[in-house]
């Protein structure tokens, strides 16, 4: 089709978008793992919800597996846990296996890790807002002995929620929920239980947020919006739902390109793209390239806030103290 007869295409690209400070870590930390001790490194779970950057660590070397009783006993090579964190339960298991564990947990689930696991020591029963069956749901409840969590998943359940100590009771949330409805959940848990003990700091992380507040700005502008994420990524689901609400007449959550429904895309003059915290850029040029060869596309960023946030690899990763003999203690 020659230029001239493409129609025209507004594109807006949301700003932040993309990768987080907790995705490049973990990805990172694979990388460098495989870097420093060679192929295998053994990845407990996806490293973070992406199929393609899955498929590029499993081309360099990483064996992905959801249990550590799929890794052979006798290895030596790096044990890595997801960015989403695990349940108390697997370091365990992989110190008495003897592996080499190395956590890339986002460090922003480790701190609700570390609010649930204090709540717990003051006597207080922990309400954890998120959505069951999340491995980061599974990794936070699993911080502390059964029963000690209650999970709460929509408002309808924090209405008829019934704690064992209504004075004794805190909350935590997973981290890339939903703002609105965590705020409509908590209100009504605050409303219900005023002695709830809040977190200092919100518990859905800035990139989370950050995310959906750029969404929020541009979806009530464009005719079709397209979140770059997995269909297992949360806080890429929350992107897709955040544009809907806002009155966006089509919004779609796509990993590849070759997803795209191009019939739902007919008659659009304007887009939206973002792409959720575990997706590469080069996954956004892949899809805005599509629209270029079927639209005269102009591309706008529409810049929200400016990102800074950098977190160190995992202590046995690092170049100034890395042990390269395998089977040092675990972080
Ligand atoms: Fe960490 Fe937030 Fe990224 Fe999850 S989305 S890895 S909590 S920064």
Redesign the pocket.
């Known amino acids: 089709m020659s230029a001239a007869a493409k129609p025209p295409l507004r594109v807006l690209l949301c700003a932040p978008r993309g990768f ?4 490049v870590r ?1 990805i990172d930390a694979v990388e460098r793992a495989l870097e420093i001790y060679g192929p295998p490194v053994y990845v407990r779970h996806e490293i973070v919800h992406n199929k393609y950057v899955v498929e590029g660590l499993k081309a360099k070397g990483a064996i992905f597996v959801e249990e550590l009783s799929e890794i052979p006993a006798t290895t030596t090579a790096p044990v890595i846990f997801s ?1 989403h964190g695990v349940p108390k339960s697997v370091p365990a298991e992989a110190a008495a296996l003897n592996f080499f564990a190395i956590d890339a947990t ?1 460090p ?2 480790t701190k609700v890790h570390r609010e649930a696991t204090l709540h717990n020591k003051r006597g207080r029963e922990v309400v954890l807002i998120g959505h069951a069956g999340h491995p980061e749901v599974i990794g936070t409840m699993g911080q502390l002995p059964s029963g000690a969590v209650a999970l709460v998943e929509t408002a309808e359940q924090a209405r008829v929620f019934t704690p064992r100590d209504p004075a004794s009771l805190a909350y935590t949330t997973q ?2 929920l939903s703002i609105d409805d965590t705020a409509e959940i908590v209100a009504i848990l605050q409303q219900r239980f005023p002695a709830m003990v809040s977190p200092h700091k919100e518990d859905i ?4 947020t950050n995310r959906q507040e750029a969404v929020k700005k541009v979806a009530g502008e464009v005719d079709a919006m397209i979140v770059v994420g997995a269909p297992n990524s949360s ?1 890429s689901q929350r992107l897709r739902e955040a544009a809907e609400r806002q009155g966006c007449g089509l919004s779609v959550l796509l990993q590849r390109a070759s997803e795209i429904d191009w019939e739902k895309f007919g008659a659009i003059s304007t887009l939206a793209v973002t792409a959720g ?1 575990s997706a590469p850029e080069v996954l956004v040029e892949e899809i805005i390239d599509a629209f270029a060869e079927r639209y005269a596309v102009k591309v706008e960023t529409v810049h929200t806030v400016q990102e800074d946030v950098f977190f160190p690899l995992p202590r046995q990763l690092r170049p100034d103290i890395a042990d390269t003999s395998a089977n040092s203690a675990a972080e």
């Open positions: 987080c400070a907790g995705v973990a960015a986002c922003l689930v981290t890339t992380c800035y990139a989370t806080n915290a």
